[in-house]
């Protein structure tokens, strides 16, 4: 038997299906919601409607956005010719953040895992193909994460686009600044190691 009401259980559970909440901080959340004033919780829960009826997917990158195109694919200031592949919007703006990278975005919504029936139709890699036959993409930045899923999203998609005689690059992978060598890992030592360049 549960020790909640049917309601405040509901709300618990689900809060649960987040990614990344377990019990104890789904019962926080809902306990938190509970004692936030009225107006505050009907402003909470129509902020969460408004942002889900109000966004959408861009046409070109697959950003969500709330006018189509999205900023980036719309700004004249971008560089055409690259496209960096990320697996979700949060990676993306990781990556705007460092201000390094001045081209186009392509989010895929996902990688390859057939461990989870996740296949190459399940992501946005259609939309990425169909972005290339204009000719001026020279090169595509896979920017997907450094696991299994990560890696065969970004290997699938290089084998795809080597016909068309695209340049396919992958980010480095290694060791973080300001790491210790003895505390890195064999893997992540390898992939360091793969990634060098001359200095």
């Known amino acids: 038997m549960s020790m909640y009401t049917p309601s405040v259980a509901k709300l618990i559970e689900e809060f649960q299906k987040l990614p990344g909440i377990g019990s104890k901080t789904a019962q926080r959340l809902a306990f938190f919601v509970l004692n936030m004033p009225a107006g505050k919780a009907e402003n909470f829960a129509a902020t969460i409607?408004?942002?889900?009826?109000?966004?959408?997917?861009?046409?070109?990158?697959?950003?969500?956005?709330?006018?189509?195109?999205?900023?980036?694919c719309k700004s004249d200031k971008r560089d055409k010719t690259k496209i960096?592949?990320?697996?979700?919007p949060k990676d993306m703006i990781a990556?705007?953040?460092t201000k390094e990278f001045t081209g186009m975005y392509h989010v895929?919504?996902?990688?390859?895992?057939?461990?989870?029936?996740?296949?190459?139709?399940?992501?946005?890699?259609?939309?990425?193909?169909l972005r290339l036959n204009d000719n001026?993409?020279?090169?595509?930045?896979?920017?997907?994460?450094?696991n299994i899923e990560g890696e065969a999203t970004a290997m699938y998609i290089s084998r795809l686009l080597k016909p068309a005689g695209i340049n396919v690059t992958r980010i480095a992978h290694g060791i973080p600044v300001g790491g210790d060598l003895e505390f890195a890992d064999e893997v992540t030592l390898a992939k360091a190691l793969q990634g060098r360049r001359t200095i």
């Open 95 to 97: 990556i705007e953040r």
């Open 84 to 88: 960096c592949v990320v697996e979700w």
């Open 108 to 129: 895929l919504h996902g990688a390859i895992s057939p461990m989870t029936n996740i296949g190459p139709d399940s992501i946005r890699i259609k939309e990425l193909i």
């Open 49 to 72: 409607m408004s942002a889900r009826k109000d966004t959408k997917y861009c046409s070109i990158c697959c950003n969500f956005t709330d006018s189509d195109p999205c900023t980036f």
């Open 136 to 146: 001026e993409v020279t090169e595509v930045i896979m920017a997907t994460n450094p």
